[in-house]
């Protein structure tokens, strides 16, 4: 499933190519066709991004929410696009770009109520510059569950995944099985500037590079981009740190990779990089 960052770097790519502009919309599997013909012929006026969550506001109030899931396929063509899939959910085309969307958990259009509940369940998100720091500390808090979990819970931080919560948890010196209720504001305000300086970087260049992550294949033919990481998927590997082996346990079915020598109830050291800038506003004990 996408992370937040990649959603957020769909938001801004549509922002500059399709703000502005209308489209034939159509439903080449059929799924959406009603919906895909109150679509069509109208301007998009904006794109916004929560968490793992995409919204585009139309002209007319219509508005399209776009969730991928575990599945969901979005390619853009900035000329002529090929033929659609069979599992082509919903089609936007222009002269200028078209938009092919294929298994997505959601692709619905909803009212302004609808979009402020949802979004109203929804946890904070770093890259949102309304994100409040204080409310995510008190969810995060919620409940003894492992921290690792509590990061999964897209009601208490929004756009959080598999990778992000293990090279956070591991910029922040922290472990991921301790109980939630424990994280200190300290703790907290290391783990949150982790996310925003990961998911920003990642949203901008459309890749996870940790900082210091040991080196990537780069070289990998028909790959122009590489993700580095320093923990996720190095199980048994050294730590780029301590250099002990990373580990590798089941956590609610996903597998949650740390280092056990850095990242130990007491352990401490310098972040691997400088943050850039302190989250806005402050969170509260």
Request: hydrophobic share 35%; with cysteine; net charge positive.
């Amino acid at each position: 499933m996408p992370e937040g960052n990649i959603i957020h770097r769909i938001a801004r790519i549509h922002g500059q190519w399709l703000v502005g502009r209308s489209f034939i919309a159509d439903s080449p599997q059929g799924r959406f066709s009603a919906d895909a013909r109150l679509l069509s012929g109208r301007t998009l006026v904006s794109v916004d991004a929560h968490g793992k969550h995409l919204f585009h506001h139309f002209e007319g109030g219509v508005r399209l929410h776009i969730h991928l899931g575990l599945f969901g396929n979005l390619k853009h063509f900035r000329s002529r696009a090929p033929p659609p899939s069979s599992a082509c959910r919903l089609r936007r085309s222009s002269p200028q770009a078209s938009l092919h969307l294929a298994g997505p958990q959601a692709c619905e259009l909803l009212s302004p109520e609808d979009e402020a509940t949802l979004r109203s369940r929804l946890g904070q998100d770093p890259l949102r510059p309304d994100a409040s720091p204080s409310r995510a500390f008190e969810a995060l808090r919620r409940g003894r569950i492992p921290l690792a979990a509590a990061l999964l819970d897209q009601e208490r931080i929004a756009g959080v995944g598999n990778i992000l919560r293990a090279e956070a948890l591991f910029l922040a010196h922290l472990p991921p099985l301790r109980p939630a209720s424990e994280l200190s504001l300290v703790d907290f305000e290391r783990l949150w500037e982790a996310l925003r300086l990961l998911m920003e970087d990642a949203a901008r260049d459309g890749r996870i590079v940790a900082p210091h992550a040991p080196p990537a294949p780069w070289e990998t033919p028909g790959k122009r981009r590489e993700d580095r990481f320093s923990v996720y998927e190095r199980g048994g590997q050294p730590c780029p740190r301590c250099a002990s082996p990373i580990s590798r346990v089941e956590l609610a079915g996903r597998g949650l990779f740390f280092c056990p020598g850095c990242q130990t109830p007491g352990a401490r050291g310098r972040p691997a990089r400088r943050p850039r800038a302190a989250p806005s506003g402050r969170a509260r004990p």
